[in-house]
């Protein structure tokens, strides 16, 4: 079965800090991998997604990146986050075909930005 | 552009049913995604809809109207763990990323 690691859990950051985000999955090959941002109060918010290794498309211009620099991690980073660069992080797997998708968060990450 | 909308609370009594509209507009539309997320943590796939009509899993169900830009999530036999947010969510190709709606806050009492 496939599975998703997060780390870390939880994480509180000053202003101007960087970040760096990772995610892993097992169980699956050349995974299209996803990631989200849950603002408070807010809806799920796409911010990059991979369909392999060195391929980032960015969904939202910001002060975030994303690279994967292997089949089954990819990474959030930052080199100096904002107060606005709190919310609840979430990498996501997704798979299937024309009529059967499937899509599995990680457990996320909650990043508060002091 | 991409608009999805949902009530944003609803409260239900253990035992009954409820029904979570979903009306979407968007540039695409390859099928519609239903989600549960419980406080604090990540959402769980609940169901896929890409063909118009209802498809039932258990005790909850969801249906699509292509036509209408329509999908809704009924749940049966509500039991308080249903407690939780429901978010709906469109994706416009096999490869293009999804577009959440804010979700569904509904609130089981006894």
């Known amino acids: 079965s496939q599975t998703i690691h997060q780390w870390p859990a939880t994480l509180v950051q000053p202003v101007g800090s960087p970040l760096s985000l990772e995610c892993t999955v097992e169980g699956t090959s050349n995974p299209n991998l996803y990631w989200y941002r849950q603002a408070a109060g807010r809806g799920l918010q796409l911010l990059f997604y991979s369909v392999g290794i060195g391929q980032i498309s960015s969904e939202v211009p910001q002060n975030l990146s994303a690279s994967r620099p292997q089949d089954r991690q990819f990474i959030l980073s930052s080199k100096k986050l904002l107060l606005s660069d709190s919310g609840f992080y979430l990498c996501?797997?997704?798979?299937?075909?024309?009529?059967?998708?499937?899509?599995?968060f990680g457990p996320g990450t909650r990043l508060t930005v002091t | 552009g991409q608009n999805i909308d949902q009530p944003t609370e609803m409260t239900a009594t253990e035992g009954a049913i409820v029904q979570i509209n979903c009306t979407y507009q968007t540039s695409g539309f390859n099928g519609l995604f239903w989600y549960q997320q419980h406080a604090g943590e990540a959402p769980t796939f609940l169901s896929y809809n890409v063909l118009d009509g209802l498809e039932e899993k258990g005790r909850f169900s969801s249906f699509l109207s292509r036509s209408k830009g329509y999908s809704y999530l009924l749940l049966k036999e509500l039991q308080m763990k249903d407690s939780a947010s429901y978010l709906c969510a469109v994706t416009d190709s096999g490869n293009t990323p999804l577009v959440f709606g804010k979700g569904t806050r509904l609130s089981v009492i006894a």
């Open positions: 996501a797997w997704f798979t299937g075909d024309s009529f059967s998708y499937e899509q599995y």
